[in-house]
């Protein structure tokens, strides 16, 4: 099993073009979470999702727009970058929680806004 | 307000030299406090997860404890291929299935 992956692992946007970070998980969970890590912040959730057709906005969704389409896939949408965005970004995926399960997350992807 | 504070910011322990690490809490109804590791460039990686106040938990040269208001994650005899972040994190009544994180504790052991 790969777990939870990310495409690409870095990237360099200008301000006001558009991208988006793809999310992949082959351990069939329900769960699936964007965060973002800044120095000294930990990490913040952007949105998350409870299973495929469904999103929620987190802590800090704006800016930001996600899809689940498909189970396995969470996609994280930037319309239009702003430096304030340059930011590490992290994928989670989790079962249905029988319990409270842990999260287990992807590699990160690495985001620079000029 | 709802709170997850770790110390230090950053500590640095020479190969042997016991210590703990803190992660303070202020929820309500907590439901699980989480460790996790992540090393430099990687994503965290999970340790343990604690439920109720007084319960422990070990793995190697890493214990984790919990009471009402804090965990301590103890390292004993700590070698260099221990230094990393130690994240914690909480699971609480008014996060649903959501999480919130701490800042981290930033480890360096030194050989």
């Known amino acids: 099993n790969a777990g939870v992956t990310q495409t690409p692992k870095f990237r360099v946007l200008k301000t006001g073009q558009s991208m988006t970070l793809l999310c992949a998980q082959d351990?069939?969970?329900?769960?699936m979470y964007w965060y973002r890590q800044d120095p000294g912040m930990g990490l913040r959730l952007i949105h998350y999702?409870?299973?495929?057709?469904?999103?929620a906005k987190g802590e800090v969704p704006d800016g930001y727009n996600v899809s689940r389409l498909k189970k396995q896939n969470f996609l994280l949408g930037l319309e239009s970058a702003a430096p304030s965005q340059t930011s590490v970004y992290f994928c989670?995926?989790?079962?249905?929680?029988?319990?409270?399960?842990?999260?287990?997350f992807g590699p990160g992807t690495r985001l620079t806004v000029l | 307000e709802d709170q997850v504070t770790q110390s230090p910011e950053a500590l640095r322990l020479q190969e042997g030299e016991s210590s703990s690490l803190n992660c303070s809490y202020t929820?309500?109804?907590?439901?699980?406090l989480f460790w996790y590791r992540q090393d430099p460039g990687k994503g965290p990686e999970f340790l343990f997860t604690?439920?109720?106040a007084g319960e422990e938990k070990e793995k190697e040269r890493l214990k984790a404890t919990l009471t009402k208001k804090e965990s301590f994650l103890h390292i004993t005899a700590p070698k260099p291929e221990d230094s990393a972040t130690y994240l914690c994190a909480v699971q609480a009544d008014n996060y649903g299935q959501n999480f919130v994180f701490g800042p981290g504790t930033r480890l360096s052991v030194l050989p």
């Open positions: 989670a995926s989790r079962q249905i929680p029988s319990g409270y399960n842990e999260q287990f």
């Open positions: 604690l439920y109720s």
């Open positions: 929820v309500s109804g907590l439901r699980g």
């Open positions: 999702s409870v299973g495929e057709g469904t999103t």
């Open positions: 351990m069939n969970h329900e769960y």
